[in-house]
């Protein structure tokens, strides 16, 4: 009996404890909201950080080919300068008073920030769409705004880069002296957020390389020649003069090259509000065609 006692305790102090129930056991509810992810995070104005992530994302895109993007425009470049000084050489000419290579620099140095913060912003957009990478920067918390600004910055930032590395290249041919430091940065910034807006707008309405191709070609590139870029416009035929009054381009190449030599062809008062004004009506309409996801959201 002790023994069958003592057997019964040993069992009873081996055995695992009872298990009792939940008292309060978890509905189907509560298991989905275990399940459930992290809510995500919540940005209250502008999100900096998505911003400026793609802004160095189009810089580091740039720069990391910089043979072909800041080496290549300065060497087109310093040829146009070295083909215009030898050729002129002999008769050395003035143009309004002003030695040619000095007049001509400036506009070169435009027509280089123009064509490349242009090409910039419209071939990282073609290239997304055609490469199907148009979700890296469309699923990331970026609002319209913050993307239209990172890919016109980082086209502007190009632009600048490259007119500042050809204004170092073609001084020991010019020697230009900077007259208005103002004017010099205003034009040249405007004129790089201007192209880049409208080579963001190219690149959502683009659908192959071959689109950006003809607005560079029959675009981009007869606005620019047509616009003082070698001569004052005051040599042109008066049907050609009266279009300039309307090219952008002529203003911000005049303004521009006020800031250089101090003489101007055009207003300058009618030049900067119409650039700025530009500027303001081509960077609010590619956030709304961003925005619309027009050509860039299936």
Do not use: C
């Not at 298991?31 to 919540?42: H, K, M």
């Not at 123009?114 to 419209?122: E, M, Q, V, Y």
């Not at 990282?124 to 890296?136: F, R, V």
Request: hydrophobic share 50%; proline share 7%.
């Amino acid at each position: 009996m002790r023994t069958h006692i003592g057997g019964m305790a040993d069992l009873i102090a081996t055995s695992p404890a009872p298990i009792t129930p939940d008292p309060a056991p978890r509905t189907r509810g509560d298991a989905r909201a275990i399940a459930s992810p992290p809510a995500p995070r919540v940005y209250h104005g502008i999100n900096w950080t998505g911003l400026q992530t793609l802004y160095l994302k189009e810089v580091r895109r740039f720069w990391k080919v910089g043979l072909q993007t800041i080496a290549a425009p300065v060497v087109t470049t310093l040829l146009y300068m070295m083909v215009f000084v030898v050729a002129m050489r002999s008769a050395n000419p003035t143009v309004e008073g002003v030695p040619f290579a000095q007049f001509v620099a400036p506009g070169l140095i435009m027509m280089a920030i123009l064509t490349n913060a242009f090409a910039n912003s419209s071939s990282s957009l073609i290239q997304a769409k055609i490469m199907g990478t148009a979700p890296d920067f469309l699923t990331p918390p970026l609002s319209p705004f913050e993307l239209a600004a990172a890919f016109s910055l980082g086209a502007a930032t190009r632009g600048m880069a490259v007119g500042l590395v050809t204004a170092l290249s073609v001084w020991p041919f010019a020697h230009s002296t900077i007259f208005s430091l103002a004017a010099v940065l205003y034009y040249a910034l405007a004129a790089s957020l201007i192209m880049a807006f409208v080579g963001v707008l190219t690149g959502l309405w683009a659908e192959k390389f071959d689109h950006l191709a003809a607005v560079t070609t029959f675009i981009v590139t007869p606005l620019t020649f047509l616009s003082g870029t070698f001569y004052t416009i005051h040599r042109l035929p008066a049907f050609a003069q009266s279009f300039a009054a309307f090219n952008p381009f002529f203003y911000l190449i005049d303004g521009f090259r006020y800031g250089f030599v101090g003489h101007a062809d055009g207003s300058l008062a009618i030049g900067a509000a119409y650039t700025g004004a530009l500027t303001l009506g081509l960077g609010v309409g590619s956030w709304a065609v961003i925005r619309s996801g027009w050509r860039l959201k299936s």
